[in-house]
C-alpha cells in the first residue's frame, strides 16, 4: 500500500468517525476506530520491513540498544533477535547486573538472580527494561542468592580470656 493509499484509507476512517452519532453509533465507531489502527499498523509494518533490510548489519545492530526502535522492531515482528537474546540485551542494559536463570515461553516467566547482593536497580527497573525488549515476558522471579555460612571462631570463654 503506498502513502497515498493509506492516507486516503486514514481520511476515510476519519470522515466514518466524524460522521457516527446517535445510538447504534458506538459499535459504528468502535469498527472505524480499529480499522484505522489496522491500516496504520499495516503501512508502518512496510516502512519499517523496508528500513530494516535496507540496514547494513552493524547499523541495525546499534540501534536495537534504543528503546522505542527495540519496542516497534519487536512490535511488527521484525527485531532480528529471539526472546532470550533480547532478555539478555535489556538485562545488560541495567546499572546493576541481573542474570537470567531461565525463560519459559509458555508462562512468560523469565527467573531472575541479582549478581551482587544489594542491587541498585529495583524490580520495577528490571520489569520496564524487559517490557520494551521483550515484551514476551509476562512475569519475573527473582531467585534469592545462597546464603553464605560464615565461619569463623567462636569467641573466647571467660575461662579461656582468664588464661
Not at 489502527?37 to 548489519?57: C, K, N, S, W
Not at 541481573?98 to 515461553?105: K, M, Q
Not at 531472575?112 to 520496564?128: P, W
Request: hydrophobic content about 45%; glycine content about 8%.
Amino acid at each position: 500500500m503506498t502513502a497515498e493509499q493509506t492516507g486516503l484509507r486514514i481520511q476515510e476512517a476519519l470522515d466514518r468517525l466524524d460522521g457516527i452519532d446517535g445510538p447504534g453509533g458506538a459499535g459504528a465507531a468502535q469498527q472505524a476506530g480499529e480499522q484505522l489502527v489496522r491500516d496504520l499498523m499495516d503501512f508502518y509494518h512496510e516502512g519499517l520491513t523496508r528500513i530494516v533490510t535496507a540496514l547494513p548489519g552493524p547499523a541495525l545492530t546499534a540501534l536495537l540498544d534504543d528503546p522505542a526502535v527495540a519496542a516497534l522492531l519487536v512490535l511488527h515482528e521484525l527485531h532480528p533477535e529471539d526472546t532470550t537474546a533480547r532478555i539478555h540485551r535489556a538485562l545488560a542494559a541495567l546499572p546493576e547486573p541481573v542474570e537470567l536463570t531461565g525463560f519459559d515461553p509458555a508462562t512468560g516467566t523469565a527467573r531472575l538472580r541479582r549478581v551482587r547482593a544489594g542491587c541498585g536497580c529495583s524490580e520495577e527497573d528490571v520489569e520496564a527494561a524487559l517490557a520494551c525488549h521483550a515484551p514476551e515476558v509476562a512475569a519475573t522471579v527473582f531467585e534469592r542468592a545462597p546464603q553464605l555460612l560464615q565461619i569463623a571462631t567462636r569467641p573466647d570463654t571467660p575461662a579461656e580470656a582468664a588464661r
